[in-house]
């Protein structure tokens, strides 16, 4: 449960880092670097929300298998269980940005 919760943190610092390439104003750089600027905003937008929406669909993945099964059981969440699709998601979303 710890990498999930680590998993949400990491995500959310991403996404909330998405605020400093959009604070860069044509005053202090050039035309260039503004544009790559606001190109990366959405990549750290994107890239912090999948990581923390992986997190949590697996904890939701979790209660499904739990409730869908006749007798409630412990269902242990691997690593395994949380990359697969945040790799999924991950580059369905590197696709979409490309």
Known sequence: QPF???MICIGAIIMGSAIIPISIDDGIASIEECSLACMFS???M???FVISFSALFSKTWRINQIF???KFRRVT???KDVIVPFLIL???NTIVLI
Do not use: Q
């Open 4 to 6: 999930l919760l680590y």
């Open 46 to 48: 994107s890239y912090g």
């Open 77 to 79: 969440i691997t690593v």
């Open 90 to 92: 991950l580059s369905l």
């Open 42 to 44: 959405p990549w750290l």
């Open 68 to 70: 869908h099964h006749p």
